[in-house]
Structure formats: structure tokens, C-alpha cells
């Protein structure tokens, strides 16, 4: 019962920073009709981008969100703007294949640069994990918990209640509709794509000191977060919050209770059933 | 002429050529033509982008040479049989993968080629877990009188382009075919290929079947020809993209676009790897993106298209 309960919080615990990168994802689904297969680099960056304020600047790696954010959500401006805005008229296919062609552009670049090393962030603040209810709590996914969720709560806020957050979410759900109305929808898609971009580079920064660092960890993570929007429906993000959670904790309680070995498979088959038999999402809320 | 010209110039090559180097760049061009090819037919002709194609590569690569190394089968009986394995696990992943459409079938392939790593990974007693398999001689191989010796490069070489030879062949084959004219309405239109009477997901299976021989060739000769076989090498998901890659840069749905895009791609690779280490990849993303932005004709395409002698046949036309 306690490695049930401990493996459930682990899962959400992790879960939650897998949340924060399928919403990043799945906001950009549904503006843009865009897969965007190099969201995972996205997280690489960010994870680096705190890897090496805390070395170089000696920034504590939860801080450097704060400024990081803005960074990333700069570059994703930037790179929605300057290349992937004239390679969406030519359909959902070319967008796919030209983040794919980015996604390896960026992975390697970053290899190149930074070497294939594992790396890891060690905290100042040392490294003792909280035991309420005799459930022991790594410190470092605490805070990137807590912050993940207050980040989360913030969007959500920012979603539902201004003016920017409605246009993106009637963008979303009938973009012809949402031009009638006489939004802007190039605008909205230009800074749907900064803010989910910013939110993977937020993610990487809060994963960093929780996993292992190396330049092509975005491979492994953009397919995680494919499986996250899938189960939550694409283009949702209470869906994306709800596919998170659920891939971390089946990942922790596979783990334990099915095997080590085969827990990242499991993610793989649930994906595999879930867009065979429910491709709109398991609370029937996607877009196909 | 072109045909003919081309088959010569493969054929002297190897003659004119001692260089090594140079031989080793054309086995990887021919080599990458089969996958490309392989990639092609599917993603190029019926429009179904397959981000999984590394999985059908890994499967001839094992099975080749665990043949070889288990069963005492030599490669060049063992690569065609890579070959059908990975045509026969082709069917059951496109019944299942084929049920969907546009970037969920992409993000199902992906899925596949991963479980396939972990499978390669996990399954020790078969596959030999990270470790893998390594061939340290190759069996004696009497051609014509002669023994062929396995540490020159023209034995390779051969076997290669007559890989390619196939691979091609059998593509202007398909184009030409009534089930070439089947994938292209797919690609187009998939609800109205199937208005007309095309049973598409049939269409789409035996095309993936086709796909998958050649790309379990290609791995066939992978596992024969670098005689080094483990899960990091041949399911790498990079190889998927590479093979898209040389698909769509040197043309979609035409049937020389492969070699092009090989040859471009190889050797620009090639030319890389030799000042770094890792940075070949590099160069096949911003190609892909050039190429996407700027002709996604691709190479061959737009020749094809600019070329005036060959607009009029185009249909005859490779």
C-alpha cells in the first residue's frame, strides 16, 4: 500500500511538468492546426538554459524560469514569424516534415555544441526529501510541482478571463468564426506559438534538476508529450493537464509493478489503444 | 538513354574508381537509395508519412544477422529474407497504424518504431539486448573461380547497386501500375478514391508491404556490410528521418528523386563527418527545411519540370 501510495505521488509529481509541456503542445494544435514535432528541442533548451545559468551565473535553477520564459517565448515568436508562418499554407503534412527537418536541426546543433555528455544540476540547497504520511518526496520535484502548478493555475486565469486568452480559445475552437468576430487570428497564432514554446522552456528549466541533461532528451520527450495530448484530446488543454498526471502516474506505477524496463512501452501501447479507439481524446474533447 | 547511360556509369565506376573513400561513399549512396525508395513509395506515392520506417530497417538488420550469426546462413541469402520478415510485420502494423489518417497515422508510426527499440532492447534472448551483434568473419563466397575477398569494397559495392537496381526497378514498376494510379488518388483524396470502389486500406497495406521488403533489404545490407547490428544503430528514429529526408529532397513520388536525394545527401554527409563528429544530422534538417520552403518539388522534381524535353514526356519520363 505505501509503494502504492508513494509511486502515485511520484506520478503526479511528474506528471504535472508533463502536463505543463503537453499544454505548450496542444495550444499550438489547436490555433494552428500545427503538429510540432520540435517541441521537444523546446524543453531541451529550457532544461539547458538552466543548466547553464545556475554554472555560468550561478542562478538557481528555479529562478531562472523567471527569466528564461520570456526568452523562450522571444524564440518561439521568432521562429513562428521568420520560417513556420510561410510553410502552414502548404498543408498539415509540410508543417510536420519542416519540424521534423527543425526538430534534427536543433538536437544536433546542440550536440555539436554541447557535446552528448550526460549532465546533471546539482541544488546548493541540498537534497533531503520530505516525508509527510511516510511518503518520501524528492525536494527538487516539490518545488518544480509547485511551480508547475501555479504556472498552470496562471494560464488557466489567463485563458478564461482576458481578452488575448478568449481570442486564442475561440481561435481554437472555430477559427473562421473567430476572423467574423474581427480577431486578429495571425496575431493570435503568432503569440499562441511564444507562449507555448515559453511553456516547454519553463518545463525543461523545472525538469532539469529532476533528470538527466543531453541534447537529444527532446526525442524522447516530444514523443511523451504526443501521448499526453492524444489521451487528453488534441487541442484541450484541460485534456493535456488530465493526459499528464495520467502518464506519470502510469508510468510510476508501471515501474513498480509491471516492469522498469518497459514503463516508457507502456505510454507507447496506451497511446497506440487510445488513437485507435478514441482519437478524439479520452474525454471525447479533441479535434481530429 | 538515361536507363542505360545510368546502369553503365554504376557498372564502370568500381573500374575507374580504387579509391576506397570514394567506393565507400557510393555502397552508402545505393544503400540510402533502397531506404529513400523504400520511404518513397509510401510517403511519396500514397501520401502517407511514416515517421516508423527505422523500425522495418532494425527488423531486416536482425534478422539477417542473427541468421547469419545464429543459424549459419549467409547475409546474401539473409538480406532478401530480411526482406519478407519485414514485410510480413509490415501487415499487421499498417491494419493497425492504416486506421488512421494524416499526422495520427505519422505520430502512430513513431509510436511503433519505439516500442520496436524497446522490444530490441528488452528481448535479450533474441536480440541480444544493447549489445547487439557483431560479425567478425564473413562465410568464403566463390564467384566465377574466384574467392571474393570481404575486406574490398567492390563485393559491396556490387550487391549494393544491384539493391538499388531492384529498388528502383520496382518503383517504376509501381508507378506504372494500376496500384500506383490507386496510391496517387489516395494521396489526393482519400474519400473519393474510396467513392470510386478503391478498397484503400487494402491499397495501402500492400503498399506498406513493398515499402517495408525494401527497407528490410536496406537494413539486410546494413547488418552485412558494417557487420555491427545493435538497437542504437539500425531503430535509431533518426533513420526514419533520414530516409524522409532523401525522399522528399530529392523528389516525392518520382522514381529517380531517391538516388538524388542519396547522392545529395550522402555525400554532403559524408563531407561533414569528416570535420565533425555529429554534425552530418545537422545539415539533413536545414536541407529539409530549405527544401520544404523552397522546392518542395524537390530536387528531381523541379529538373523535371524545368527540363524542356522532358515536359513533353512527362509521363514516360522517369
Redesign the interface.
Do not use: Q, T
Given at each position: 500500500m505505501e509503494t502504492f501510495a508513494q509511486s502515485l505521488v511520484s506520478g503526479l509529481l511528474m506528471g504535472s511538468l508533463y502536463a505543463m509541456i503537453g499544454i505548450g503542445l496542444t495550444i499550438i494544435f489547436g490555433v494552428m492546426r500545427i503538429i510540432n514535432l520540435a517541441h521537444g528541442e523546446m524543453v531541451m533548451l529550457g532544461m539547458f538554459a538552466a543548466f547553464f545559468s545556475q554554472k555560468l551565473l550561478g542562478i538557481d535553477p528555479f529562478l531562472s524560469v523567471l527569466l528564461l520564459t520570456p526568452a523562450m517565448f522571444v524564440l518561439g515568436v521568432a521562429i513562428y514569424w521568420l520560417l513556420l508562418r510561410k510553410i502552414i499554407p502548404g498543408g498539415e503534412l509540410n508543417t510536420l516534415l519542416y519540424t521534423a527537418g527543425m526538430s534534427l536541426l536543433v538536437a544536433n546543433v546542440a550536440l555539436l555544441a554541447w557535446s552528448g555528455d550526460y549532465r546533471t544540476i546539482s541544488l546548493s540547497y541540498g537534497l533531503a526529501p520530505m516525508r509527510p504520511l511516510g511518503i518520501a518526496i524528492p525536494a527538487a520535484l516539490a518545488i518544480a510541482f509547485a511551480m508547475a502548478a501555479a504556472i498552470t493555475v496562471a494560464l488557466w486565469l489567463f485563458l478564461s478571463s482576458t481578452d488575448t486568452g478568449r481570442a486564442i480559445r475561440a481561435t481554437s475552437q472555430n477559427r473562421e468564426a473567430a476572423i467574423l468576430m474581427g480577431i486578429d487570428v495571425e496575431r493570435v497564432a503568432l503569440f499562441t506559438f511564444g507562449l507555448g514554446t515559453a511553456l516547454a522552456g519553463a518545463a525543461g528549466a523545472l525538469l532539469a534538476p529532476s533528470l538527466y541533461l543531453y541534447p537529444t532528451v527532446g526525442e524522447l520527450l516530444v514523443v511523451k508529450s504526443f501521448v499526453i495530448v492524444v489521451l487528453g484530446g488534441l487541442g484541450s488543454v484541460p485534456g493535456a493537464i488530465a493526459g499528464g498526471l495520467l502518464l506519470g502516474v502510469v508510468e510510476s506505477l508501471g515501474a513498480v509493478y509491471v516492469s522498469a524496463t518497459y514503463k516508457d512501452g507502456l505510454g507507447y501501447v496506451l497511446f497506440l489503444l487510445v488513437l485507435l479507439y478514441r482519437p478524439t481524446g479520452l474525454f471525447g474533447v479533441g479535434k481530429s | 538513354m538515361g536507363w542505360v547511360g545510368g546502369a553503365v556509369a554504376v557498372a564502370v565506376l568500381p573500374i575507374l574508381v580504387r579509391n576506397t573513400f570514394f567506393l565507400h561513399v557510393a555502397i552508402l549512396v545505393f544503400m540510402w537509395t533502397v531506404l529513400g525508395a523504400a520511404w518513397n513509395v509510401l510517403g511519396g506515392f500514397a501520401?502517407q508519412?511514416s515517421?516508423g520506417h527505422a523500425a522495418l530497417f532494425g527488423i531486416g538488420a536482425y534478422t539477417t544477422i542473427i541468421l547469419f550469426l545464429k543459424g549459419g546462413l549467409a547475409p546474401w541469402w539473409g538480406i532478401p529474407l530480411g526482406g519478407l520478415v519485414a514485410a510480413l510485420a509490415s501487415v499487421p502494423i499498417g491494419l493497425?497504424c492504416f486506421?488512421?489518417r494524416?499526422?495520427?497515422f505519422?505520430?502512430?508510426t513513431?509510436?511503433?518504431a519505439?516500442?520496436a527499440k524497446?522490444?530490441a532492447?528488452?528481448w535479450e534472448w533474441v536480440t541480444n539486448g544493447p549489445i547487439g551483434f557483431l560479425i567478425t568473419t564473413l562465410p568464403s563466397l566463390t564467384v566465377l573461380g574466384r574467392r571474393v575477398d570481404w575486406e574490398a569494397k567492390t563485393p559491396f559495392y556490387v550487391i549494393a547497386a544491384l539493391l538499388m537496381a531492384f529498388a528502383i526497378l520496382s518503383t517504376a514498376w509501381l508507378r506504372q501500375s494500376r496500384l500506383g494510379a490507386y496510391l496517387v488518388a489516395i494521396r489526393e483524396d482519400e474519400d473519393a478514391a474510396e467513392a470510386i470502389g478503391i478498397d484503400t486500406v487494402r491499397a495501402k497495406v500492400v503498399t506498406l508491404g513493398l515499402s517495408a521488403f525494401l527497407a528490410g533489404l536496406g537494413g539486410g545490407f546494413y547488418a552485412f556490410y558494417f557487420r555491427y547490428v545493435d538497437p542504437d544503430a539500425v531503430l535509431n528514429?533518426?533513420l526514419s528521418?533520414e530516409m524522409?529526408?532523401i525522399a522528399?529532397v530529392g523528389g516525392l513520388g518520382t522514381v529517380v528523386g531517391p538516388l538524388i536525394g542519396a547522392i545529395f545527401l550522402t555525400t554532403v554527409g559524408e563531407a561533414v563527418r569528416e570535420h565533425?563528429q555529429?554534425?552530418h544530422?545537422?545539415f539533413?534538417?536545414?536541407?529539409?527545411?530549405i527544401v520544404?520552403?523552397f522546392l518542395?518539388e524537390g530536387i528531381w522534381g523541379k529538373v523535371r519540370s524545368v527540363l524542356p524535353g522532358m515536359r513533353a514526356v512527362r509521363h514516360g519520363a522517369p
Open positions: - | 501520401g508519412v515517421f493497425i486506421r488512421l494524416g499526422p495520427y505519422s505520430l502512430a513513431l509510436a511503433v519505439e516500442l524497446l522490444a532492447l528488452n528514429i533518426g528521418m524522409v529526408f522528399m565533425f555529429v554534425g544530422l545537422i539533413y534538417g536545414l536541407f529539409m527545411m520544404i520552403r518542395p
